[in-house]
T-cell receptor, first 116, second 111 residues
Framework: DGGITQSPKYLFRKEGQNVTLSCEQN?????MYWYRQDPGQGLRLIYY???????QKGDIAEGYSVSREKKESFPLTVTSAQKNPTAFYLC???????????????FGDGTRLSIL | QKEVEQNSGPLSVPEGAIASLNCTYS??????FFWYRQYSGKSPELIMS????GDKEDGRFTAQLNKASQYVSLLIRDSQPSDSATYLC???????????FGDGTTLTVKP
């Protein structure tokens, strides 16, 4: 079955440490997204990518970095510059091509990141 | 003003009642509209998409879109305790390449 796999489910970060969250999809989707969700809050867009080797900052990109070297993969690095990283991180993809915005988002199961 | 606003909630309805969830958006260039359900601790799942004015029904769910008034709503008929979740409204603007989400409305259906 096609879908989005996020790993790990739970991650703990030490002070001054960078951590990387994995997102892999086998839906053959071009567009991929990273969101952050704090308790009781909505989704905030961190980064998104419409095509390999290209990505755009979302609303809260500071302290985060991404890469898109393969269509299937869109890893998110939470850097030590992100001082309050504790949140639920969601990866999503759509079947949209380019900047067409017609399709719904498919979500992975998420990664919960906490500070040690 | 937020681009996408949902009724603040929480919303509580008795089992069997109709739950009404509302969402307004600010950009008239918006072209596609979605409702997602998110159970506590889980990721969002799509329950309805709507693209043109009017009603769209799927089982107990009806989405209503009024582009002139810039609102989209979700009605849940015969509400069940299993419908208790947070409902997220998402709006896609033409050419944006992304969705804008509301903050969600938490629904509790009491047996």
């Amino acid at each position: 079955d096609g879908g989005i796999t996020q790993s790990p489910k739970y991650l703990f970060r030490k002070e001054g440490q960078n951590v990387t969250l994995s997102c892999e999809q086998n839906l053959n989707h071009d567009a991929m997204y990273w969101y952050r969700q704090d308790p009781g809050q909505g989704l905030r867009l961190i980064y998104y990518s419409q095509i390999v080797n290209d990505f755009q900052k979302g609303d809260i990109a500071e302290g985060y970095s991404v890469s898109r070297e393969k269509k299937e993969s869109f890893p998110l690095t939470v850097t030590s510059a992100q001082k309050n990283p504790t949140a639920f991180y969601l990866c999503a993809s759509t079947a949209d091509r380019g900047l067409v915005s017609l399709q719904p988002q498919h979500f992975g199961d998420g990664t919960r990141l906490s500070i040690l | 003003q937020k681009e996408v606003e949902q009724n603040s909630g929480p919303l509580s309805v008795p089992e069997g009642a109709i739950a009404s969830l509302n969402c307004t958006y600010s950009d008239r260039g918006s072209q596609s509209f979605f409702w997602y359900r998110q159970y506590s601790g889980k990721s969002p799942e799509l329950i309805m998409s709507i693209y043109s004015n009017g009603d769209k029904e799927d089982g107990r769910f009806t989405a209503q879109l009024n582009k002139a008034s810039q609102y989209v709503s979700l009605l849940i008929r015969d509400s069940q305790p299993s419908d208790s979740a947070t409902y997220l409204c998402a709006v896609n603007k033409r050419g944006a390449g992304k969705s804008t989400f509301g903050d969600g409305t938490t629904l509790t259906v009491k047996p």
